[in-house]
T-cell receptor, first 120, second 114 residues
Framework: GAVVSQHPSRVICKSGTSVKIECRSLDFQATTMFWYRQFPKQSLMLMATSNEGSKATYEQGVEKDKFLINHASLTLSTLTVTSAHPEDSSFYIC????????????????FGPGTRLTVT | AQTVTQSQPEMSVQEAETVTLSCTYDTSESDYYLFWYKQPPSRQMILVIRQEAYKQQNATENRFSVNFQKAAKSFSLKISDSQLGDAAMYFCAYLKAAGNKLTFGGGTRVLVKP
């Protein structure tokens, strides 16, 4: 089945530093990748949508200069949290859509296992 | 804007019994998809079941089934013969056909008592 990986699974960084999270589709090519943020005991909130080779589309209220998204290939998207602060601590989840599938499954998103970011 | 509402923050069920999770949504679209995702303690999102709005027949996947009421904009999930491994957060989600954005409900935590 379609597998999405994320690296690292957890990261601790100091306030003011930047941290990069990778999202890879392992066995399929992803037309589109998505980045979500999930606070404890809350739902997933979409941060941005990225298409391979083009700029990401950010949701309202998400700072594009703070959360840099690069979708350099059909199998890799990265999220860089720049100048991280404690309030950026959260669980970040990526998902990817399989371009080769047809019909309704074309819209299915496959989720990565998430990355827990702690900013001290 | 589409919204998805899950009115039950938490549901408890006895092992082997049945539990039904509620989900309502608001949309002006006629063509869309609805999903139920499971998020166990590992935090990995797992697709449980999917329903296409143009299909009248309710989707089923083994012990999981939905009751899709398009006119009422309701999409409930029934878990039959509940197992300990079913304990998790369950999220209802909406996707407009040909759209990108998956809109999630607030989630329902399911507790399974042995």
């Amino acid at each position: 089945g379609a597998v999405v990986s994320q690296h690292p699974s957890r990261v601790i960084c100091k306030s003011g530093t930047s941290v990069k999270i990778e999202c890879r589709s392992l066995d399929f090519q992803a037309t589109t990748m998505f980045w979500y943020r999930q606070f404890p005991k809350q739902s997933l909130m979409l941060m941005a949508t990225s298409n391979e080779g083009s700029k990401a589309t950010y949701e309202q209220g998400v700072e594009k200069d703070k959360f840099l998204i690069n979708h350099a290939s059909l199998t890799l998207s990265t999220l860089t949290v720049t100048s991280a602060h404690p309030e950026d601590s959260s669980f970040y989840i990526c998902s990817a859509r399989d371009r080769s599938s047809g019909g309704a499954s074309n819209y299915e998103q496959y989720f990565g296992p998430g990355t827990r970011l702690t900013v001290t | 804007a589409q919204t998805v509402t899950q009115s039950q923050p938490e549901m408890s069920v006895q092992e082997a019994e049945t539990v039904t999770l509620s989900c309502t949504y608001d949309t002006s679209e006629s063509d869309y998809y609805l999903f139920w995702y499971k998020q166990p303690p590992s935090r990995q999102m797992i697709l449980v079941i999917r329903q296409e709005a143009y299909k009248q027949q309710n989707a089923t996947e083994n012990r999981f089934s939905v009751n899709f009421q398009k006119a009422a904009k309701s999409f409930s999930l029934k878990i039959s013969d509940s197992q300990l491994g079913d304990a998790a957060m369950y999220f209802c989600a909406y996707l407009k056909a040909a759209g990108n954005k998956l809109t999630f409900g607030g989630g329902t935590r399911v507790l399974v008592k042995p």
